[in-house]
Structure formats: structure tokens, C-alpha cells
Nanobody, 121 residues
Framework: QVQLVESGGGLVQPGGSLRLSCAAS????????MRWYRQAPGQQREWVAS???????NYADSVKGRFTISRDYARKTVYPQMNSLKPEDTAAYYC???????????????WGQGTQVTVSS
């Protein structure tokens, strides 16, 4: 069974940095796009960043210039490097990936369990 495991969340001061990771496991044929979303209390879940299998990246306007997303193909892992963090970055961050399992060969979207990022003094 395919699973996405997130880690790296925590408490950081404004202006600080944090790196999250999302590792895929299970019997996987191929992983295509990988994305990060976030959701703060009382707000809708919003897209933050994405990276294609070819390495092309896109970022939400709110994080452009501060976040950098990358992936490790061998480790089946994606991680955003988050710099110059602001209090408004505080949210639960969720990994999402388009994965084709070897068992079905049908591409589906999978979600991680979420990891909390808190930016506060």
C-alpha cells in the first residue's frame, strides 16, 4: 500500500528556516507531481508549492522567494526549504503526490498525514 510520511515540522522564530520532508513508500511504479498544501485554523487549505517529475517548480505568490521545493528521486522524497518564515506561515502542512502503484497501474493522488509548522517569537 502506498503511503506518504511527512516530517520536519516544529516551532521556529520569525525570519527563521525550516525544512519539511515527505517520503513515499510502498509498491510504486512511478511518482509524478508532488505538492505541498497548508491549512491554518479557520482557513481553507491552500496550495503552496509543487514540483513535477521533471523538476519544474511552481510556488504560490505568498511564498515566492522564500520557499524552495526539491525532490530526491532515489529516496522518493520531496522537501520544501522554508526560509524567512513569517507568522502567517503557521499552518498544518500536507504533502500530496500523484502516484501510480504497481498493483493497479492507475494514477491517483495521495496525501500525507500533515505536519505542524508554527512561526512565533
Amino acid at each position: 500500500q502506498v503511503q506518504l510520511v511527512e516530517s520536519g515540522g516544529g516551532l521556529v522564530q520569525p525570519g527563521g528556516s525550516l525544512r519539511l520532508s515527505c517520503a513515499a513508500s510502498g509498491s510504486i511504479f512511478i511518482i509524478n507531481d508532488m505538492r505541498w498544501y497548508r491549512q491554518a485554523p479557520g482557513q481553507q487549505r491552500e496550495w503552496v508549492a509543487s514540483i513535477s517529475r521533471g523538476g519544474s517548480t511552481n510556488y504560490a505568490d505568498s511564498v515566492k522567494g522564500r520557499f524552495t521545493i526539491s525532490r530526491d528521486y532515489a529516496r522518493k522524497t520531496v522537501y520544501p526549504q522554508m526560509n524567512s518564515l513569517k507568522p502567517e506561515d503557521t499552518a498544518a502542512y500536507y504533502c500530496n503526490a500523484d502516484i501510480t502503484p504497481t498493483s493497479s497501474l492507475r494514477r491517483s493522488a495521495y496525501w500525507g498525514q500533515g505536519t505542524q509548522v508554527t512561526v512565533s517569537s
